[in-house]
């Protein structure tokens, strides 16, 4: 298994453009997750899902949005980017229900100038 | 929203202590907690958890303790080697929140040979 995959590891974005992170899991997991992760801090939820054409918004959320067609993938899209959307982005998935542990990807280290 | 927080930013350790790493979370209603390691420039990695109905739990080399009086969580590694070497956190689950965690914001642990 491959496990939690990420793309692309690295994205230089100039502010207002729009671009879209891509997550695919091959466990057949329920739930999937967005978090990002500012320097020297904990992750933030920005959203997530708990199958297949459900998502919800997590703590901070404003400025992204995600879509689930597929137990597979679960895509997160930034919309007219701005420098406080520098960070790098994780995505995580898991079972739920009782199984709580998360499985991560590798990350992608979006930078907006 | 949930806090979760760590009393130290940063631990130094000889090769062969133990580590004690130490987290602070305010919400008496989180009923599970999970240890994650995150290695640089990589995703975090589950490593330990524990639920609200439990005092202490080990691992393999790790054990971790729940002080529910004082909200309080503690990961202790034995033997620490160097390959324990990384920023850990711990992540709380508020029970009325679902699959929602909040993490904190990390501890850099370095072992000096």
């Known amino acids: 298994n491959a496990g939690v995959t990420q793309t692309p590891k690295f994205r230089i974005l100039k502010i207002g453009q729009s671009m879209t992170l891509q997550c695919a899991q091959d466990?057949?997991?329920?739930?999937m997750y967005w978090y990002r992760q500012d320097p020297g801090m904990g992750l933030k939820l920005i959203y997530y899902?708990?199958?297949?054409?459900i998502t919800d918004k997590g703590e901070v959320p404003n400025g992204y949005n995600v879509s689930r067609s597929t137990t597979e993938d679960f895509p997160l899209r930034l919309e007219l980017a701005a420098p406080s959307q520098t960070s790098v982005y994780f995505c995580?998935?898991?079972w739920g229900q009782g199984s709580y542990e998360q499985y991560f990807g590798p990350g992608t280290r979006l930078t907006v100038t | 929203g949930e806090s979760v927080g760590l009393h130290l930013p940063t631990l130094s350790v000889q090769e062969g202590d133990n580590s004690i790493i130490n987290c602070a979370y305010s919400?008496?209603?989180?009923?599970?907690f999970i240890w994650y390691k995150q290695e640089s420039g990589k995703g975090p990695q589950f490593i330990i958890d524990?639920?609200?109905?439990?005092d202490k739990r080990q691992g393999q080399r790790v054990t971790v303790l729940l002080n529910k009086t004082v909200k309080h969580l503690s990961l202790q590694i034995a033997a620490t080697q160097p390959g324990d070497s990384a920023v850990y956190f711990c992540?709380?689950?508020?029970?009325?929140?679902?699959?929602?965690?909040?993490f904190g914001t990390g501890t850099s642990l370095t072992v000096i040979p």
């Open positions: 995580a998935s898991n």
């Open positions: 466990m057949n997991h329920n739930y």
């Open positions: 899902s708990v199958g297949a054409g």
């Open positions: 919400n008496s209603a989180s009923d599970y």
């Open positions: 524990i639920r609200s109905n439990m």
């Open positions: 992540a709380e689950r508020g029970s009325n929140t679902g699959n929602q965690f909040y």
